[in-house]
């Protein structure tokens, strides 16, 4: 089953988020401070029951337990009313549960949603060392328009237009 975020989801979407980002490796320690402002509003709009189209959270329930999430967030720099593209974020799967098909579960359920917003473009940023992530994408349709260096990171930007 996939539903939005609630409150109550916090702790098993920051084990599972973290532990697919590695971040508690020290070297990675600054991006647990980005999920740890993501959870916050996250836990803010699930209060106000999402009242935005760009920024929501998803997650995957698998016999009552939580074991992934995607979300969607405004591009930066964009008008919150702007719908002319969406950022993916925050994609994670437990490990006891990758390969079984539910990142693509929740990613069919996004493009679904974004569609129906009359949203044509997704954009998303990920780590060239993140090889299941990319082949993931890849296998997706999302093609790499963009690479940076961000502190010891090799950042890719991946897009597609659904
Ligand atoms: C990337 C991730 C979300 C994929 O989740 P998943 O539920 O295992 O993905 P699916 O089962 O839907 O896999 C679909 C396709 O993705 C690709 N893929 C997924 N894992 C892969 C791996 N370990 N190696 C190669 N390809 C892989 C394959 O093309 C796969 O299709 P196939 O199984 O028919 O070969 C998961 O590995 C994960 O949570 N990784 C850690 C967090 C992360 O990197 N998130 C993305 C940050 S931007």
């Excluded at 969406?86 to 490990?95: A, E, M, N, P, Q």
Aim: charged share 30%; glycine share 4%.
């Amino acid at each position: 089953m996939i539903r939005l975020y609630e409150k109550e989801d916090r702790k098993a979407i920051e084990n599972i988020v973290s532990f697919g980002l590695n971040t508690n490796s020290s070297s990675l320690a600054h991006l647990s401070d980005t999920l740890e402002r993501d959870l916050n509003r996250f836990d803010r709009y699930a209060e106000t029951k999402w009242p935005m189209f760009n920024e929501q959270y998803w997650v995957c329930v698998v016999d009552g337990e939580v074991i992934g999430g995607i979300g969607i967030t405004k591009i930066q720099r964009q008008p919150m009313e702007s719908k002319e593209m969406v950022c993916l974020h925050r994609l994670s799967i437990d490990s006891n549960y990758r390969r079984m098909g539910y990142a693509s579960l929740l990613l069919q359920y996004l493009e679904t949603y974004v569609k129906n917003q009359k949203i044509r473009r997704i954009r998303l940023t990920t780590q060239e060392d993140l090889i299941p992530a990319i082949h993931f994408y890849n296998s997706h349709g999302y093609k790499c328009v963009g690479k940076k260096k961000w502190e010891k990171l090799v950042l890719l930007t991946y897009e597609k237009i659904i």
